[in-house]
């Protein structure tokens, strides 16, 4: 089994130090230790794969730094719960991949492996990029707002975020505990359900992914269609087309839900401000201004607005539950079109906000290509609680899907 | 103002240094330090007030071991987010208090202030045992079972335990959360309202805490009456018989509540394993028998059994949603009976798996003497997300029950 991680561990050192240079994917990684690691690695599930662990997540080995000078050279002496389960499953650490500043908005220096002039999205930068340019096979990731569905859809690669609560947030830095959720970013759906079977649980599970044809897809260009661009409108377009070939494809109506982008920020902002209050009271200095702006937002929502955001949140939540009882799954935008220009920030969260707060899970699937040549992806939605469903449901979409994603500079 | 908190922090000196060498509450606390941060504290909310942090829960100044050999003299390098919400409303932070191993059941060194050969309670010990021995104000606590109520009835202090989500969990080391609940422990309910004012937001509230008569009150003997003792039994009789002097009081029969306390079981251990994966992983020799029974308990679980609990306890939720349409509050045992002698553990959780599990927030009143001249407190239950209206309600008790706790060993 060493000998098979050993190799893994060359492999994947390989990729790191030819492409790293110009990604800036990583946060931290120790080659040296890398090998040491290689040597005693678990035999499992896992083997031979490698694991990048976006940096807001706690790690013996490498530093934790929350993308935040405030933590700069930051250790923990223990790894994050699903950290230990990774490796207890057999997975490699290679390092701490790219985070934004708390997982907000302020970006770190990743580029887009497909453009470098471009964003790799935000907030698992790292991860999504790693993944895309093949230096790592499963990317740690989180997401509160947007963070690991849009830079999926940006670098063209598989982003999977359970249901809310089904992997541990023991040891990750929270943002807004209502949303905030653990997930992965892989090459495709398989990884992602490989992964799943060991980060759901403490039980060693077996992995049956089954490829499944949904009887009926609803589509949703959502109450924020406005704000997609045309790469956005025809991938949506063209993959209501190629679905339909094979299963029952329906316009799903949810302008009731408009409400939700609001919510979204009314919950985020108060419980930022409650759960950054050490940076917020002792080191407000080196807050970026982006997220300084975000903590006085929610200074000034007071608890009755809070509460009454929360009450209305879980109406959404019955009222999505409805729906899925129609629809086995739904096609949504994953983000506004292809990734905007470095100069422009991370992107806009304005097609995750809906999801996240109704805490169902969600496949993200490249699979299209923008006017500008680059990634874009779909989100397929499932209903809460059922993620096995979903992702065999996503693995057979994926099939269907014209582009499949190969690690980017191979190419 | 720092007069006033150095004056405060003399007065509990002088306390701690009476006291703590019996009942052994704090795992870590340093007058120099306190004496240093009565120099500095801000002015607030909370100014002249002494705070005891549970040993969960990450401080800067204080070691954070969470009562485990695993994290011997381990430091963090920021406050938890309600460390800083406390202090930035004035507080002043006294020391760590003992918890149980990562709040289960393996006791620490605390004893009961009211008999030193009995059990504060777990896991909040050292919190309850500091807040009834006027060594502390405000405790910080936290229940995953029934780590606060008991504790609090134990050790004759008010215990509130807020409806979940309500205080930021940022910096707490967690066992099931699902159902992680921090919390206060403190030697009146206006003190409670003081410090919940700080705890469930960024806004400096004002307090307003206006003792309320409820209409209706729901009297619980649970489904798990056969395991009162005599001294509960009476003490719920005896508070029953005072309270229908100025309300409307009657049984509430909660029959069909009786799958929580397996439900609970499930979901914790479940969840604990997945929580604790590094430690289960990488350090198992430190883990004690007992909690490492809980961690192999949850290793047999499957997921499929995990979310049918959860949906299960989704449905119990709906439930007592529908009873408090008829009661304003439910009053309910707290513990079996007066503290066990400290060879025999901390106590049942019996009493609070169904409240934890249900998630609504729950004041443990003393008011009430055992058998054995210890004391025995009763909870007050009230509809989730109704936590100021709890608080009201509790006040009025508050006022018609028999005994009032003062800090035991003035006395």
Known sequence: MSKNASEQAVRLLARIERHEPQIQAFSSYDPARLRQDAQTVSDGV????????????DTVHYPTMYGSPIYSGHHTVNDAACVAQLKAAGALCLGKTVTTEFAFFQAGPTVNPHDFSRTPGGSSSGSAAAVAAGMIDIGLASQTAASLTRPASYCGVVGFKPSYG???AAGIKGLAPSFDTLGTITIDVATAALADSILKGPLPAS????????????????????????????????AATLLQKHVSVEEVDLSTFVTAADLHVTIMSYEACQALAWEYAERKSLL???ITKLLDAGR??????????????????????????QYDVLLAPAAPGEAPRLEDGTGSPIFSRLWTLLRIPTVTLPGFVGLNGLPVGLQLLGAFGADEALLNFAAWVETVFPFRPVPVICR
Request: glycine share 6%; net charge positive; charged share 20%.
């Open 46 to 57: 896992l083997s031979g794969l490698g694991v990048g662990v976006k940096d807001i997540i």
């Open 166 to 168: 089904r992997y541990a």
């Open 207 to 238: 992995v049956s992914l089954k490829p499944t044809t949904p009887v009926r897809i609803g589509i949703c260009q959502t109450p924020w269609w406005d704000q997609a661009e045309p790469s956005t409108r025809i991938a949506l377009h063209n």
């Open 288 to 290: 970026s201004p982006q």
């Open 300 to 325: 000034d929502i007071t608890y009755d607005v809070y509460r009454a955001a929360l009450v209305d949140a879980e109406k959404l939540r019955a009222g999505i539950a409805e729906i899925f009882k």
